[in-house]
């Protein structure tokens, strides 16, 4: 599947979960506490919350629960089969409280869903934004210590974009990714309207483009023409009011004024008053008043058909 099909199928299936699920009932049968409701994504589920007291039972919102010796999640994963019902390991349900953006802590300990976070101090612990959050000596993304940054001078610009005293960064699987970028002050994620997804930058030095996979190996930059004017054609495209950007490559023939792209689902192409591009290049003899995108490399004008794959 093409990497923008994806994007939108997984938007798609947001929406339609979001629209056509059921909150969760919790109901009491023959002494037991279960759990009902349905999904989109995970389908239908009733589920047995095994040890819990009905007469000390009570709900702290549709996911978590607690009585007078546990705290439960409700954790939902992909197929019915998976669906079932957490008691937090450790949790004091007297002291237990929801913190927000998935984050939970009690007067010990601290969790991310329904995972132990080992490492972080409860009393120090605070929320960011982004699924982040952090303590007086550690920055934590999800579940997981973030290494390598101060988090007394953290900036947050996206759940994979972060930036302290000393750099901005990438949050990689395993580790933090320096951009090296050249003014911290300056620097700002840039994305087209209405996308929610990054795959560019600026400084008022470079232009950065920061790829599509998280694990990328490089951070590619140019340098920029005019900070105030830079803007995102698509995900492969950018431009500012004196030239036009592929990746990290300047397209000197591309007209900045005029250039736009032509279709969503395939973002390798775009055009301007003079010249059709995919990927970078001119192509060759395509007449950009009548090109169509027909399909992923592919596209038509008025005299032929083009396969650039």
Same mark, same amino acid.
């Given at each position: 599947?093409?990497?923008?099909?994806?994007?939108?199928?997984?938007?798609?299936?947001?929406?339609?979960?979001?629209?056509?699920?059921?909150?969760?009932?919790?109901?009491?049968?023959?002494?037991?506490?279960?759990?009902?409701?349905?999904?989109?994504?995970?389908?239908?589920?009733?589920?047995?919350?095994?040890?819990? #007291? $009905?007469? %000390?039972?009570?709900?702290?919102?549709?996911? !978590?629960?607690? =009585?007078? &010796?546990? /705290? *439960? @999640? +409700?954790?939902?994963?992909?197929?019915?089969?998976?669906?079932?019902?957490?008691?937090?390991?450790?949790?004091?349900?007297?002291?237990?409280?929801?913190?927000?953006?998935?984050?939970?802590?009690?007067?010990?300990?601290?969790?991310?869903?329904?995972?132990?976070?080992?490492?972080?101090?409860?009393?120090?612990?605070?929320?960011?934004?982004?699924?982040?959050?952090?303590?007086?000596?550690?920055?934590?993304?999800?579940?997981?210590?973030?290494?390598?940054? #101060? $988090?007394? %001078?953290?900036?947050?610009?996206?759940?994979? !974009?972060?930036? =302290?005293? &000393?750099? /901005? *960064? @990438? +949050?990689?699987?395993?580790?933090?990714?320096?951009?090296?970028?050249?003014?911290?002050?300056?620097?700002?994620?840039?994305?087209?309207?209405?996308?929610?997804?990054?795959?560019?930058?600026?400084?008022?030095?470079?232009?950065?483009?920061?790829?599509?996979?998280?694990?990328?190996?490089?951070?590619?930059?140019?340098?920029?023409?005019?900070?105030?004017?830079?803007?995102?054609?698509?995900?492969?495209?950018?431009?500012?009011?004196?030239?036009?950007?592929?990746?990290?490559?300047?397209?000197?023939?591309?007209?900045?004024?005029?250039?736009?792209?032509?279709?969503?689902?395939?973002?390798?192409?775009?055009?301007?008053?003079?010249?059709?591009?995919?990927?970078?290049?001119?192509?060759?003899?395509?007449?950009?008043?009548?090109?169509?995108?027909?399909?992923?490399?592919?596209?038509?004008?008025?005299?032929?058909?083009?396969?650039?794959?």
């Amino acid at each position: 599947m093409n990497k923008y099909s994806a994007i939108t199928l997984f938007s798609l299936l947001f929406l339609l979960s979001s629209c056509l699920s059921t909150k969760p009932s919790y109901y009491e049968k023959e002494g037991q506490m279960y759990v009902k409701g349905f999904e989109f994504i995970y389908g239908k589920y009733d589920l047995l919350l095994e040890d819990a #007291d $009905p007469a %000390t039972f009570r709900t702290i919102d549709h996911y !978590y629960t607690v =009585d007078a &010796n546990h /705290v *439960y @999640r +409700l954790d939902l994963f992909f197929g019915t089969w998976n669906n079932k019902i957490v008691a937090l390991e450790q949790a004091d349900p007297t002291t237990f409280e929801l913190l927000g953006h998935g984050y939970s802590r009690d007067a010990h300990h601290v969790w991310y869903y329904s995972h132990l976070i080992h490492e972080a101090d409860c009393k120090s612990f605070r929320v960011l934004q982004e699924d982040y959050g952090r303590t007086d000596s550690l920055l934590f993304y999800c579940s997981r210590p973030v290494y390598g940054i #101060d $988090p007394n %001078t953290v900036v947050i610009y996206s759940n994979k !974009y972060l930036g =302290d005293k &000393n750099d /901005v *960064y @990438r +949050l990689e699987p395993d580790y933090l990714k320096p951009l090296h970028v050249s003014d911290k002050e300056s620097f700002t994620l840039v994305q087209k309207k209405d996308d929610v997804f990054y795959f560019w930058a600026k400084d008022k030095n470079y232009v950065y483009y920061l790829g599509y996979h998280e694990n990328d190996s490089n951070i590619v930059r140019s340098t920029i023409a005019d900070y105030q004017s830079f803007e995102v054609v698509n995900h492969d495209y950018a431009r500012d009011k004196v030239q036009v950007y592929y990746h990290d490559s300047i397209l000197n023939e591309a007209d900045p004024a005029t250039m736009k792209s032509i279709e969503y689902f395939d973002q390798e192409f775009a055009k301007d008053k003079y010249h059709v591009f995919y990927r970078g290049k001119i192509v060759e003899d395509a007449d950009p008043k009548t090109f169509k995108v027909t399909g992923y490399g592919i596209g038509k004008d008025k005299n032929r058909e083009y396969n650039l794959r």
